[in-house]
Nanobody, 126 residues
Framework: QVRLVESGGGPVQAGDSLRLSCVAS????????MAWFRQRPGSDREFVAH?????????YYGRAVKGRFTISADSALNTINLQMNSLRLEDTAVYYC??????????????????WGQGIQVTVSS
């Protein structure tokens, strides 16, 4: 059973930084591509960032966060992180960690991922 647990969320002010982490357990095939998505109330789940294999060279970002957010991984700890800088009011959302178990070409749709964390709230205020 794969389990993903997010941490690091909370309330922040606009312009601040925040770092989310996601620890994966139960992965039997080593490191797998992983991603962060977010969801605002009443909206679809939105792609934020993806880290593939090899970890250092395959990274993609959603248009809304490119240049402000950075995804990274600590493979020894089965952890991925999302460093979020220059936070804006519109970054307020529940952030989800996800993993691809099956090999896939695409990476930007929720359907491209097989397991999800419970999500963690990030609230940006002015």
């Amino acid at each position: 059973q794969v389990r993903l647990v997010e941490s690091g969320g909370g309330p922040v002010q606009a312009g601040d930084s925040l770092r989310l982490s996601c620890v994966a357990s139960g992965l039997t095939s080593g490191n797998r591509p992983m991603a962060w998505f977010r969801q605002r109330p009443g909206s679809d789940r939105e792609f934020v960032a993806h880290i593939g294999l090899p970890r250092d060279s395959v990274k993609y970002y959603g248009r809304a966060v490119k240049g402000r957010f950075t995804i990274s991984a600590d493979s020894a700890l089965n952890t991925i992180n999302l460093q979020m800088n220059s936070l804006r009011l519109e970054d307020t959302a529940v952030y989800y960690c996800a993993v691809q178990i099956e090999d896939r070409i695409d990476y930007y749709r929720p359907a491209d991922y097989d397991w999800w964390g419970q999500g963690i709230q990030v609230t940006v205020s002015s």
